[in-house]
């Protein structure tokens, strides 16, 4: 199992070579671009800080590079006050990062490409006055609901039992998010050293979830078309994870979707070898065709449904749910003692007031449909090489691009004012350099502005001049 990145911990050579990927740009800065590589990490929250990292020559034979060219990006990193050393203890992390270059008087402000969420919606503050209202009721009681306000749980469960899932509020449990809902899972069924099913690529955070639980990735890959249904299959007979965590409506970052023979043969598949699966549904609402939406999907008592307000309204409200049978829910409740005692009051009151209201659910997908096309015309102008299949929903583009180069264009956009994330950060064991997720989250304006930014990132890392073919 490789070593894992903890708060005061060690990295290995071996890993952080893994994180870094195709760090180099070419020609003679490999030193640059080993400090620009390390320090990308940093800022995505891969290297926290007090990380120890490896020996000097440790991490030049990891990478396949001279110990000169290690030093002296060392050097730099302390420069910058990314990393101190001290000599017979080594290296660490110190800082998270210094902010990227200044893009300059033509191009105000970062464009963060690397998070898929959108801004508040219009009617945010008109929830907030109406929970306000709505709070001197719940003041008489001590605040601490481990399942969650009924009225939340009420309306979610409603919203399920519309999509063609009948479901209770006691189905329904209310968390801090759907990634601390699969924490929550994660807690509860597995142990160090268990495996875990994931698909390739996935969710980043999901991974480092599962590692933080000292747990093995284990990725089927999808395919151009999807799910593949027997290399799962393969995987839960040879492997024998003891969980699996999908994402089956518009898979983050692919954007696929699994119509509604395909859930009833993956559901069939996990229900015979009596896997448990997380269904991450952190994107199911923010469903942009005209066409019958498949049903929420279902494997029994095995499957637990995951879901989070952050992406179809706000993530700063980190109000989260986990929809399961009344059993799991209870084995769930006794897990979460461990980790929290229940989610804040005021910001599920909020939440209510917003699922019940459909016509804002309805603007906030008119506005990402919108994005979603202006990104869809810029990439084809901008980088006509990059190609891509337009999503019926989600927040992002899986673009392919024409090299391998995915980590170096990360690593070249930041010098142009862009933070993006490289496809390695959605594989399980690295790889994934041919593609790249932008995120279609952001205003009009910013999307057409953070493509010209990439494709001028591009060019420097292609050599070339933007827009024209790479020979």
Known sequence: MNPQVVLGGRISGGRLATLLGSWRHGGRQGAVDLATAIELQVADGHLPVGTRLP????????????????GTAL?????????SSRRGAGSWITSPGRPGPDPGP???GLIDFSRAAPYAPPGLVRAVDAAR?????????????????????????????????????????ITNGAHHAFVLVL???????????????????????????????????????????????????QAGPRLAYLIVDFHNPTGLRLDD?????????????????????TLAELD???????????????????????????????????????????????????????????????????LADPEALRLRREEVR???????????????????????????????????????LAIAAASHGVHIAPGSRFAAHGGLERWLRVPFSQPPDRIEEGMQRLAAAAASVHGVAAGLPVT
């Open 133 to 173: 209202e709505r709070l001197p009721a719940e003041l008489g009681g001590i605040g601490y609901l481990e399942r969650g306000l009924l009225v939340l749980r009420e309306r979610i469960a409603q919203r399920y039992t519309e999509r063609g899932l009948p479901t209770t509020p006691d189905q329904i449990m």
């Open 55 to 70: 020996a000097e020559r440790e991490l030049a034979e990891a990478l396949g590079v001279s110990r000169t060219l290690i």
């Open 261 to 281: 023979e395909g859930r009833e043969r993956l559901a069939t598949v996990l229900s015979r070898s009596r896997t448990p699966v997380v269904i991450d549904e």
């Open 288 to 354: 942009l065709a005209e066409t019958v939406a498949p049903r929420p999907f279902s494997a029994g008592d095995f499957s637990i449904l995951v879901g989070t307000s952050s992406k179809s309204h706000w993530g700063g409200l980190r109000i989260g749910w986990l929809r399961a049978a009344e059993d799991v829910l209870a084995r769930l409740s006794s897990a979460r003692y461990g980790l929290d005692l229940g989610s804040p009051v005021f910001e599920q009151l909020v939440l209510a007031e917003l």
């Open 106 to 108: 033509s191009s105000p």
């Open 75 to 83: 050097d730099r990193l302390r420069e910058l006050g990314v990393v």
């Open 370 to 408: 919108r994005q979603r096309d202006v990104l869809a015309r810029a990439v084809p102008q901008h980088c006509p090489q990059w190609s891509f299949r337009l999503p019926d929903g989600g927040l992002s583009l899986w673009c392919r691009l024409p090299e391998p180069i995915s980590t170096r």
């Open 187 to 237: 807690r509860m069924l597995t142990a160090p050293g268990d495996r875990v099913l994931v698909e390739q690529p996935t969710y980043p955070n999901a991974l480092e979830a599962v590692r933080a639980a000292h747990a093995l990735p284990v990725p089927v890959a999808l395919g151009d078309d999807g799910w593949d249904f027997e290399g799962i299959e393969a995987a839960l007979r």
